[in-house]
């Protein structure tokens, strides 16, 4: 009898097993990171474009998260409304085809990042982008645009911010374009990375703000000012390091 009992408890335990009752609880999602770009950057400089410099740095910088690549001919604009639900960070780079965004797209990207806390970043040429526009409320432009430097360099400027984890005090790399202050936009929380330009011929370094924080309501929004694409700025080791801080610094 009590053999029998066993028996009918261990078959009792192994269909509740086979019928998931004792199953794991399912894997919880990665978080999602969605690198933007529209495709016009110079394939001798960046085969896969910029959003594929990126997201290679991404991938191998935060292993624990989902890296997709997205961009302005890919269906939807790149983000369909099931991408970008997910989407906890969003990376943006613009130059030459702002006007061709759509501005439904625009307006559930400001939404989803100030009412649900998406993390937004926006580089370089993406200052004119309508996102970054719309999300800065101002002109978003710059004092001056300059094809005449030869390198630009990055000095930390607040050490205690995570995105400023594990740089060294300064860096640099070549550019061959300058933006010049004053850049007009609301004044930011906090300017993680200062720097400068430096200039051909005779002239002084021109320096400039290079990293720049908000907080747009439930959302964060991180601006960096270098990234034309005639320089493999993405392929650098420091500025790689900078988009992995920052995504993660963004993330809600």
């Known amino acids: 009898m009590i053999h029998e009992t066993s028996r009918r408890d261990f078959l009792g335990i192994s269909a509740a097993v086979a019928g998931g009752l004792f199953a794991r609880p399912p894997a919880k999602p990665k978080p999602c990171v969605v690198v933007w770009s529209e495709g016009s950057a110079p394939k001798k400089v960046y085969p896969n474009d910029i959003n594929g410099a990126i997201a290679e740095g991404l991938t191998k910088d935060l292993p624990a998260w989902e890296v997709v690549k997205a961009g302005i001919d ?29 501005n439904k797209l625009v307006d559930r990207i400001v939404k989803r990042v100030r009412e649900e806390g998406m993390g937004f970043l926006s580089l370089h040429s993406s200052h004119f982008a309508k996102t970054n526009k719309a999300l800065m409320g101002t002109a978003c432009s710059w004092g001056a645009y300059k094809g005449d430097s030869l390198v630009c360099k990055i000095v930390v400027k607040d050490a205690s911010h995570p995105i400023a984890a594990g ?86």
Do not use: I
């Not at 890919?74 to 989407?87: A, H, T």
């Not at 309501?217 to 034309?228: E, L, N, R, T, V």
């Open 74 to 102: 890919d269906p939807e604009q790149g983000l369909p409304d099931d991408l970008l639900k997910r989407c906890n960070v969003l990376v943006w780079w613009g130059h030459v085809k702002h006007g061709k965004v759509d």
């Open 167 to 252: 740089l060294p005090k300064e860096f640099s790399f070549q550019h061959h374009e300058r933006y010049s202050e004053p850049y007009a936009v609301p004044e930011p929380k906090t300017v993680v990375l200062d720097g400068a330009h430096t200039v051909k011929g005779d002239k002084p370094d021109d320096a400039a703000r290079m990293g720049l924080c908000w907080q747009l309501d439930k959302g964060k929004f991180f601006y960096f000012q270098p990234g034309h694409e005639t320089n493999p700025v993405f392929m650098d080791e420091n500025v790689r390091k900078v988009m992995a801080n920052a995504v993660k610094w963004a993330a809600p």
